[in-house]
């Protein structure tokens, strides 16, 4: 695969930077009496299971935001989002679900804006303490309305909502 010409880059990246922002705004509002955040990608997490190497998700949900180093949380947020792009994909499907099931996050979506999907994964933990990572759900517009957060039960965005990029 060639390079991407500038004028499709751009495109990708607004969209991209659409379905962070929907969610961004739309659970912003409803967490903002808890004591957890939601961030987009300006946030940045260093943890020891990552050898303390830098990890910027696209959206995250954390609850312990005192447990910072520098400029980086080294807390582990509850809830992590990619959006995917043609140039993430496969890093956001293998190393960075790795990454995030070591960390120890519970619950992980993968957006596909381009085929208006969202995959949920869970990271749980077997017997012997070995993490493991499952698919959930796919949503996509058929199921729609089973769009749900598994570990924010309270908070609610719609598939639309979410992929409301014009």
Known sequence: MGALPLEDMSKTYLEHSMVIHNFVIKIGSQIK??????FGDSVQYQW???????????VSIICNMRDRKNVSFTGIPRFVME???????????????????????????????????VEIYMFDWKEDDTGYSYLYKTITEKNKEELQMVMFPGLHISFDELFDVG
């Open 33 to 38: 009496d808890s004591l957890c955040r939601v």
């Open 48 to 58: 020891r299971e990552n050898d303390d190497k830098v990890v910027i998700p696209d």
């Open 83 to 117: 959006v995917l792009s043609d140039a993430t994909e496969e890093y956001d499907r293998n190393e960075k679900m790795e990454i995030y099931r070591k960390a120890g996050v519970s619950e992980y979506w993968i957006a596909d804006w381009r085929k208006k999907q």
